[in-house]
């Protein structure tokens, strides 16, 4: 039964009391109906042409990083890979609009934009190949772990761009995640306590069209993510993910408005995961090749190298050089994972707490006897 | 480690458990400007049990701040906080509203340090009541210590006394690690002869206390049951025994080194606690204290718990908590498991 069925609904009508009023005026919460481009239309002309250059390298450079830490996986040198191909444009717009002192928090599909955030190729697979949870020190690069829970990084990045603010300092947040995330509680709570402190964050959810293996349209009735904003009181931007410029321009908004003291804001980047979930996923269940081949033809590195080559602002020359950088890097990753990672197994009782309790001196005790008794046993 | 922090000698007067805790609070935020206290309505009203009452009058609504209503959004943005170094100390309301947090603290607040290999502490308390006895409604009187003892990277620790409670939660807020700080919501009314105005002792976290000694038998217990211990202890003299209790104040870590000492010297043992007792606290202590007393042991390590049941209605809590007689009844069965 819907509220016009009820009896007496015709005449119901709700009466705030006097100290009632609503917070904010809706309207300019509200997302563009269609998501914002730049490539391809009149806005292109305006655009910087360094930051494109930029962007077109990095995102050669990430497509060919996702295709060699895809083959690490299928060689054993990966546990897991989830792979970016198709998104690169999010991932690295996301790492070039912050400023060095500003946080980067990634879920676990977004190992790509800590590395065009300028981390280690190799500190940023550590969680990947299974060596430790988290390869690099987070204050050191501004980078938060890899977040495997879904949306749980969300809260951090409020609190710490939160208290950053408490401190006085020039902190901006960016936390990522998925269109599965948004179905999260943590979610929710995160963009709640955003706005009502307004914190200076920005959310950039990646609509790439599946949560493992559920569409969006079993994961949302809301007309887009990026209308979720409006009712937290915060501005939802809707923006084409595989448009480089385009994710670039709006998140550059969203950061200098969160540092200038505007508070948050929501991004739904509308993109396509062109690989499977991770290698342990058959993607043929529940999509066809023709689907999958539409958003090839809209691939970001296509779209953006045409810009640039209309423009003139990058020949033959330009393209094969990008590509040669990018195969350097692929072949200096490949040499390196391909060491074989050095364990400490002692590692397992140091850093549980500050101080190792009793009971832990006397585990790591047990294990140090057991490796002695192994190394022994080798020596025989 | 015992650090006695001199006050002003003025005239001592009685305090309740309430007081001291927001007399830690007051202190540490005092002494280090990175505390912030957290959480639902510990603003202006001072929480419900008033245990945050006048911090933000004192230190403004940016160091005690009123949050949105919502566990995990608390918790999750302490994380944050911490992360970039500020020391929150957080309020869970009631025990059970602190399970939609629960995520939060075992993806993240516990293994935060594990998962940076030591390159990102989590400095945070989290305040929880916990317990019942005080008529309290659903979900207003769990006792959810098993689910953060079975959590490796957290602290666990209950006073038991109001000097305990300043002193530990002095310790909590200090230390690098995070601590579930559980307060016994029952005491918190409860007086004692320690003062706010008197010198105060900070207590390290992981040490047990013998409360009492005796040779009889052992009570090893915690939080709300120590003073229930207490009594059946004063009531076992006139049945000839002579029964030791000991507080163990810090479920983790624990403290086997008092623990044991104790069963040795009385050679008989019976855990009590509120909480359930299939998988609860007093499996994990009797399995450790007779792993390392089997030798000494007279009798099985008994438990005195709550019934595996959900926390039962108000008007039927007085049966479900362990009790003086059902306290004396266990310390009966081991006089007879011995033979004696």
Known sequence: ?380 | MTTVAAKPATAAKPATMAQALQRAMRDAMAEDPTVHVMGEDVGTLGGVFRVTDGLAKEFGDDRCTDTPLAEAGILGTAVGMAMYGLRPVVEMQFDAFAYPAFEQMVSHVSRMRNRTRGAMPMPLVVRVPYGGGIGGVEHHSDSSEAYYMATPGLHVVTPATVADAYGLLRAAIASDDPVVFLEPKRLYWSKSDWSPDAPTAVEPIGRAVVRRTGRSATLITYGPSLPVCMEAAEAARAEGWDLEVVDLRSLVPFDDETVCASVRRTGRAVVVHESTGFAGPGAEIAARVTERCFHHLEAPVLRVAGFDIPYPPPMLERHHLPGVDRILDAVARLQWEAGS
């Not at chain 1, 993510?225 to 550059?252: C, E, F, I, T, W």
């Not at chain 1, 033809?297 to 640039?308: G, S, V």
């Not at chain 1, 890097?329 to 009793?358: G, I, K």
């Open chain 1, 1 to 380: 039964m819907t509220v016009q069925e009820l009896p007496g609904a015709a005449s119901y009508r709700f009466t705030p009391p006097p100290a009632w009023k609503p917070r904010t005026d809706p309207a300019p919460l509200l997302p563009d109906p269609e998501p914002f481009r730049v490539l391809g239309t009149d806005a292109a002309a305006g655009f910087a042409p360094a930051v494109l250059r930029r962007l077109y390298a990095e995102l050669v450079r990430g497509r060919r990083y996702n295709a060699q830490a895809t083959a690490l996986t299928k060689q054993g040198r990966l546990a897991v890979y989830p792979s970016s191909t198709g998104q690169e444009a999010c991932e690295v717009a996301a790492a070039l609009v912050l400023e060095e002192q500003d946080w980067l928090f990634p879920s676990y599909r977004d190992t790509l934009a800590a590395v065009a955030r300028g981390l280690d190729p190799v500190e940023a697979l550590t969680l990947l190949r299974g060596d430790w949870h988290t390869g690099y020190d987070p204050r050191e690069h501004r980078i938060a772990p890899l977040c495997t829970p879904l949306a749980t990084q969300l809260p951090h990045a409020v609190g710490l761009a939160h208290a950053a603010r408490l401190k006085g300092d020039d902190v901006v947040a960016l936390a990522m995640v998925g269109d599965g995330g948004t179905s999260e509680g943590d979610f929710h709570e995160a963009l709640n306590f955003a706005a009502v402190w307004q914190a200076p964050v920005v959310f950039l959810v990646q609509n790439n069209g599946f949560a493992i293996s559920v569409p969006l349209a079993k994961q949302t009735a809301a007309p887009s993510l990026a209308h979720k904003a409006v009712g937290y009181g915060m501005p939802g931007r809707l923006v084409d993910g595989n448009d480089a410029a385009a994710v670039h321009q709006v998140l550059s908004e969203a950061v200098a408005r969160a540092r200038r003291g505007g508070g948050p804001t929501l991004v739904e980047a509308v993109t396509y995961r062109v690989e499977a979930h991770t290698n342990a996923d058959d993607a043929t269940r529940y999509r066809g090749d023709g689907e999958v081949e539409a958003w090839r033809q809209h691939d970001p590195i296509k779209l953006l190298e045409r810009e640039l080559t209309e423009r003139g602002l990058i020949d033959e020359d330009g393209v094969r050089e990008a590509a040669e950088r990018a195969e350097a890097m692929a072949a200096r990753l490949r040499e390196r994972m391909n060491a074989d990672a050095v364990l400490d197994p002692m590692d397992l009782f140091t850093h549980v707490y500050a101080e190792q309790t009793a009971q832990l001196r006397e585990q790591a005790a047990q294990l140090r006897a057991e490796l002695d008794a192994e190394a022994e046993g080798d020596e025989r």
